[in-house]
């Protein structure tokens, strides 16, 4: 069974930072893209970054130049730095991994909350 577990969420002031991780298990993590996504309460989950196997990023304009994504595929993890973290990035933020139209998993989530 596929597993996604993400942590490192929490609470954070405006201006602060946080590193997300995501820790896959029973797939073979390098043939994979990668990719965080975030839903704010009332909100759809919305696209953050991704990552392919080949380490091309891409991002949402609202955090380009403030998060950053990475993976190890000798560790199965893939990260998101964020930096400069504002109110409006509160959020619960999962991570998916997905090979062609039809594989995807998605991990449990956790929550990020920026609150002075």
């Known amino acids: 069974q596929v597993q996604l577990v993400e942590s490192g969420g929490g609470l954070v002031q405006p201006g602060g930072s946080l590193r997300l991780s995501c820790t896959a298990s029973?797939?073979?993590?390098?043939?994979?893209?990668m990719g965080w996504y975030r839903q704010a309460p009332g909100k759809q989950r919305e696209l953050v970054a991704t990552?392919?196997?080949?380490?091309?990023?891409n991002y949402a304009e609202s955090v380009k130049g403030r998060f950053t994504i990475s993976r190890d595929n000798a560790k199965n993890t893939m990260y998101l730095q964020m930096n400069s973290l504002k109110p409006e990035d509160t959020a619960v933020y999962s991570c998916?991994?997905?090979?062609?139209?039809?594989?995807?998993?998605w991990g449990q989530g956790t929550q990020v909350t920026v609150s002075s």
């Open positions: 998916n991994a997905q090979m062609g139209l039809w594989t995807s998993y």
């Open positions: 029973t797939i073979i993590f390098s043939f994979y893209t």
């Open positions: 990552i392919t196997r080949n380490d091309i990023t």
